[in-house]
């Protein structure tokens, strides 16, 4: 997320989080039941009932950008909400946004996100502005980001006309030209453009078609002519589709002459019969503001969707992009080679974005350390440990799927170009190779990543070695020792958290452990005035990766432990609430800054912290256990020791809704809409539990 203090490079998000309606149904809800999933364990009320606050307050964000792929479907497509006691609203969501998710020819996932002003299937920003790069906009209409950032607008006259007979400004569509003749151009006065901070063109435009094969044609300071030697054909594919206007989007740093130092760019088309009118919102250079995780994210999320729902349509119809995604990433970053996710794209190196020479002044080196995921301001890069997390738990979900795929001959599902056991043998060697490349022997943690000159970079992620522990790329010992650095049991030298100060925040561990002042994309270069903490990247904290945190120390310490872990976030919520929520709490000095909706700050949990909705996860896929499979529910329940049962409410499975409660002895299932098909859960070879299904009746008999 954007973590900046400037305001010109706030983000304008427009992702919305709304709930989904609350309501009972009298005929089969009785009036004293919330409309939500309830959580039960007898004995600890208090602790159930602000976890169930906690929850109503984020449990049904509705957020289309590919960024929240892996953490918001799974925490929607379960449960059975409002009074028809059903996930189908989300569920409803959720398909469209990933059969409606753009995937360029090449297998790229689009961002999603809202448009912006750089790679418009990336993250908005960095800005051609931003960057020295040259842009040409001939409205705003529409475009709040580009309004908030003072983008100029450019007039009729900016681009020198050839074989236009009219041209005018719409306010509310662009330039508006009128063509004549064979063919027409518009060529940019006199540039001055460094090559590498414009890896791309973006052209917006309407009203071309294929036979009018336009080009985007250079010059350069040492050739200055323009000359088809350098020229490149410009796409009509959208990059950003839904609307009426067409994102070209031309990769010129694939072009050997795109080198050096740009003088002028040319539009060159080819006209039919007759005049014809075209509608140019803008053209400007564009960072590579792509991310290496989308299709990763994608993946992920369109396998929890089809687990969780059994939709044998939406897989038939997605299977093909979730396996083109899957095919981009590994030939893309170079993983069969290297064992990790290594992003060749341009300014993605891992290095920052700026230096100081020995007498401290700072040289911004604009166009290094573009942003690659979630943490947008740092140089996450080249040999990159999150991304290779990411695409490592994203193709062993697929590799499940495959197999089921293979198991269900009815589903007429065409078999995959990477089968499941290459889709498995891949995964090894990432874990292989990223339990060695990128672990850092004296600290005991993850490094973030390895940088295009061989230098790691450590400033204590505590998210990213959680997740490499729930996401299962940490081995056993490093699980361990990872924890006893992050649970402050280990001190590691030179930190500048240690033991219990990691928890200071109380909701989460800090994001970093280590003061982080000169490892930054080039937009942000001032990490200097930002007091420790101010930063959610900078010692903060972000509520919802207290999930990882949770799953990791259920994994490697025990129920007991994450239920400790838990309580403290609970009783923190607790006096959270007493005093009027999140806003009024941290309004009060010294409690920490809270970033969201605009403001710049140091906690994330509401406003565009969607992911907050993770936390009460752990009910259902920690403590229960529970994981959804395409024809089955594994269930391994890993209970504390203080807790008799557990039960969790409003389960929709396929098309089947349920209670479901655990204890050592047995398992009861009881349902309160039995679906069409069988209902199968699997426990782990060798538990004794009894499984036993009750039908709706003898729940209602019980409730009277």
Request: proline content about 7%.
């Amino acid at each position: 997320m954007n973590r900046m203090k400037y305001a010109v490079l706030l983000g304008l998000l427009v992702c919305l989080c709304c709930p989904t309606a609350r309501g009972e149904d009298p005929e089969t809800t009785p009036a004293s039941e919330p409309a939500l999933p309830q959580f039960i364990v007898a004995g600890h009320e208090r602790e159930m009932r602000l976890l169930g606050d906690l929850y109503e307050l984020h449990h049904s964000p509705r957020v289309a950008c590919t960024l929240w792929d892996a953490w918001l479907p799974m925490s929607t497509l379960w449960p059975a909400i409002g009074k028809e006691q059903s996930a189908a609203p989300l569920r409803d969501f959720y398909r469209r946004s990933f059969l409606r998710r753009h995937i360029d020819r090449q297998g790229y996932v689009n961002m999603a996100q809202h448009r912006g002003l750089a790679h418009p299937g990336g993250w908005p920003f960095p800005t051609w502005h931003q960057s020295g790069g040259i842009g040409f906009h001939f409205t705003h209409a529409n475009d709040g980001y580009a309004v908030s950032l003072n983008v100029p607008r450019a007039g009729a006259d900016a681009l020198a006309a050839v074989g236009i007979a009219e041209k005018e400004i719409d306010p509310a569509r662009g330039l508006v030209l009128t063509t004549e003749g064979p063919a027409s151009s518009l060529t940019s006065p006199r540039l001055r453009v460094d090559t590498f901070v414009s890896p791309f063109v973006v052209v917006e435009w309407s009203g071309l078609d294929p036979a009018a094969r336009p080009r985007l044609q250079w010059t350069t300071e040492d050739l200055p002519e323009f000359d088809e030697t350098r020229s490149l054909e410009i796409p009509l594919e959208t990059a950003r589709p839904g609307g009426p206007l067409t994102f070209s989007v031309v990769p010129a740093y694939r072009h050997p002459e795109w080198k050096g130092r740009l003088t002028g760019l040319r539009l060159h088309w080819v006209n039919g019969d007759g005049p014809r009118e075209i509608v140019l919102r803008s053209v400007h250079t564009a960072v590579d503001s792509r991310h290496p995780i989308t299709g990763s994210l994608f993946v992920r999320g369109s396998c929890d969707f089809f687990n969780w729902t059994g939709d044998l349509d939406f897989l038939r119809a997605n299977i093909a992009r979730m396996r083109r995604a899957i095919s981009y990433a590994v030939d893309e970053f170079a993983v069969e080679e290297n064992g990790c996710v290594l992003v060749p794209w341009v300014g993605h190196g891992g290095r920052t974005g700026f230096v100081h020479d020995p007498a401290g002044k700072k040289t911004i080196l604009y166009g290094r350390g573009v942003g690659n995921n979630y943490w947008d301001l740092l140089p996450f890069g080249h040999k990159d440990a999150l991304a290779t997390i990411y695409l490592f738990d994203a193709v062993n979900a697929l590799a499940t799927l495959e197999e089921a795929v293979a198991a269900h001959s009815s589903w007429n599902i065409p078999p995959p170009a990477i089968p499941a056991e290459k889709l498995r043998a891949l995964a090894a060697k990432m874990r292989k190779t990223g339990q060695q490349l990128f672990w850092n022997e004296a600290n005991g943690r993850f490094f973030a990543c390895i940088d295009v000159d061989g230098q790691p970079h450590d400033y204590g992620f505590t998210f990213l070695n959680l997740e490499a522990i729930h996401y299962g790329l940490a081995s056993e010992e490093q699980a361990r020792t990872i924890l006893d650095w992050i649970t402050g049991d280990r001190i590691v030298e030179g930190d500048t958290a240690t033991g219990k100060d990691i928890y200071h925040w109380r909701f989460a561990p800090r994001a970093t452990t280590l003061r982080n002042v000169q490892w930054y994309a080039y937009v942000w270069h001032g990490p200097d005035t930002i007091p420790w903490g101010g930063q959610v990247q900078d010692g903060g904290a972000v509520l919802g990766f207290s999930y990882h945190d949770l799953m990791a120390r259920l994994k490697t310490r025990g129920p007991d432990d994450a239920w400790e872990r838990l309580k403290v976030i609970l009783d923190w919520f607790g006096e959270v609430q007493a005093e009027g929520g999140y806003r009024a709490y941290y309004e009060k000095p010294g409690r920490g800054s809270l970033q969201g909706g605009g403001t710049p700050g140091g906690l994330g949990m509401d406003a565009e912290f969607f992911e907050s909705v993770l936390v009460p996860q752990v009910m259902l896929y920690g403590f229960l256990g529970l994981q959804p499979q395409a024809d089955h529910l594994a269930l391994d329940p890993k209970l504390p020791s203080s807790w008799p049962e557990l039960t969790v409410t409003r389960i929709h499975y396929h098309d089947h809704v349920f209670d479901l409660r655990v204890d050592d002895k047995s398992v009861d299932v009881t349902f309160r809409r039995k679906g069409t098909g069988p209902l199968e859960i699997q426990l782990p070879a060798g538990d004794a539990r009894v499984i036993k299904f009750h039908s709706p009746n003898e729940r209602a008999k019980k409730k009277g």
